[in-house]
């Protein structure tokens, strides 16, 4: 279980947070909607340990980690994918993957973590050797995914996992999303601006404007909405 409580950041003046709280039970997927500067990444970076917080409360499983640098979050089971696809771009696809493996929890062996990334997105494999660099964007984004996952988190905060990307690649990302959150039964977190995709896949939502929370609910509940737009999508 992951818990916010009356969260607050901070950046000097900058309010991009305040008094948030929320639960997120695993098995379930959360999203987080909000405009440009609404905060949904202030609230990632509160959890992985990497934003200015000046009062609230995270929680995992009930531990208080609010005081906890990211490495110890990370070795907790937290994994961030951070907005603007952040690899290592001179590195090739499939050191990427190790590297990342290395920093996990290691359950299966590298070979068989490989293997289940390579079934999973094939394009990965026919690019094991280049450079995440040199990727589209959508490859990316599934190389982003396929890092992030390979640790076995416990708690996968993923920001704006669409974000740039064609539709159709978009549709690839959120079904490979879909099934490992349903698969691996841990708590999900997705920041992201399209309401309506996000809140389809999700268990329950939560929208931010000017680092509040104004509306929360049922996914189903806050895409029930007027004419056609979600419920959600007017508050945005
Ligand atoms: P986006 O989709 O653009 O990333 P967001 O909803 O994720 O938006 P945040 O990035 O959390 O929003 O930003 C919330 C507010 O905090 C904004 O007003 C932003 O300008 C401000 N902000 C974010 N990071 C910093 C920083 N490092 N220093 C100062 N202000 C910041």
Known sequence: MLELRDLSVHY???R???????QAAPGGITAILGANGAGKSSLMRAVS??????AGQVLLDGQDITALPPPARARLGVAHAMEGRRLFRQLTVEDNLRLAWSFGAR???????LAEVYARFPILETKARTAAGLLSGGQ???LILSCTTIRNPRFLLLDEPSLGLAPIIVQQIYGFITDYAAKSGIVVIIAEQMAALALKVS???MVLRRGR?????AGEELLRGRDGTTLAASYL
């Open 203 to 205: 268990r329950q939502g």
């Open 140 to 142: 990316q984004q599934m």
């Open 107 to 113: 359950r299966e062996k590298l070979a068989a973590s």
């Open 12 to 14: 000097g003046a900058v």
């Open 213 to 217: 929370v104004v509306l929360a609910g």
């Open 49 to 54: 340990g990497i934003a200015p917080v000046v």
């Open 16 to 22: 991009a947070l305040e008094g948030v709280s929320f």
